[in-house]
């Protein structure tokens, strides 16, 4: 299992255990991860540290003073 983090902007968006979608975009040197419809969004993550998975479930979700953190694992 791989966890991956992703920021989100407003709470109530998913719930823990739900399964989320997330495509991919991509920058000159990186690629980042969308939650769809646009719920949330990932980091820069190098190329060689591409997501294979194209669907996950949420394990946590974390507020803190810089907002809202979705925790979610795929199946790699």
Avoid: W
């Avoid at 791989?2 to 709470?11: A, H, L, T």
Wanted: glycine share 8%; charged share 30%; proline share 4%.
């Amino acid at each position: 299992m791989r966890e991956m983090e992703f920021k989100m902007e407003r709470e109530g968006l998913v719930e823990k255990g739900q399964t989320v979608r997330v495509i991919e975009g991509r920058l000159p040197s990186a690629c980042y991860y969308t939650i769809v419809p646009a719920v949330a969004m990932s980091g820069n993550i190098p190329f060689s540290e591409r997501l294979h998975s194209e669907e996950g479930v949420v394990k946590e979700i974390v507020e803190n003073e810089k907002g809202f953190y979705i925790i979610a694992e795929f199946d790699e």
